[in-house]
Each structure stands twice: as C-alpha cells, then as structure tokens.
Nanobody, 123 residues
Framework: QVQLVESGGGLVQPGGSLRLSCAASGRIFNINAMGWYRQPPGKERELVAAITSGGSTNYADSVKGRFTISRDNAKNAVYLQMSSLKPEDTAVYYC?????????????????WGQGTQVTVSS
C-alpha cells in the first residue's frame, strides 16, 4: 500500500497564504502524477492542480495565478503554495498520487488519496 499524509491546513484571513504539504510512503517504485483536489462544503471534489514527474503542471482556472504546485521527487512529496486566498477556497484539500509500487516481486499500479486537510478562509 502507498500512504499519503497531508499537512499545512488551517484558518486564514482573506488575502492570506498557506502552504500544503503531502508526503507519500510505502514500497514505491515511481510516482507519475501528483495532485491536489478539494471538496467545498456540499459540493463535489474538484481538481485544483496537478504535476507530472517531469514538472508539467495543470491548474483549475479558479486558482491560476494564485496557487503554485511543486514536488520533490526524491522525497515523494508534493506541495501547494496558496496565496491571495478567498472565502470560496474554503474546502477540504486532498492529495493524490498515481504511480507504480512493489508487491511480492511484482510491480503494480496504484492511485492513493490522503486523508484530507481543512482549509478555511474567513475573517
């Protein structure tokens, strides 16, 4: 199994900044894409940003210019720097990773989720 652990959520005022971190652990062979999703209260989960192992990025239109995703391949970690936060950014943020793991002499694909971290933007 591959586990993802997120950290860095919290309460911040509008216009403020937060940095989310996520680290993957387990018998990982490689990780292709890593990303951040969020689920606002009463709404569906949505993609916020994603990054490939080569560094290509993709952002939701609502966060372009405000959020930056980055990763450290050596640490199997992904980060989300969030700036100019708005109340509508309030949500539970989830980390996701897609790749290949070792299992009993074989290589298996995996797609894992973190437990989620709450981000609340409010004055």
């Amino acid at each position: 199994q591959v586990q993802l652990v997120e950290s860095g959520g919290g309460l911040v005022q509008p216009g403020g900044s937060l940095r989310l971190s996520c680290a993957a652990s387990g018998r990982i062979f490689n990780i292709n894409a890593m990303g951040w999703y969020r689920q606002p209260p009463g709404k569906e989960r949505e993609l916020v940003a994603a990054i490939t192992s080569g560094g290509s990025t993709n952002y939701a239109d609502s966060v372009k210019g405000r959020f930056t995703i980055s990763r450290d391949n050596a640490k199997n970690a992904v980060y989300l720097q969030m700036s100019s936060l708005k109340p509508e950014d309030t949500a539970v943020y989830y980390c996701n990773a897609d790749g290949t793991r070792y299992s009993n002499g074989s290589y298996l694909g995996f797609n894992s989720w973190g437990q989620g971290t709450q981000v609340t933007v409010s004055s």
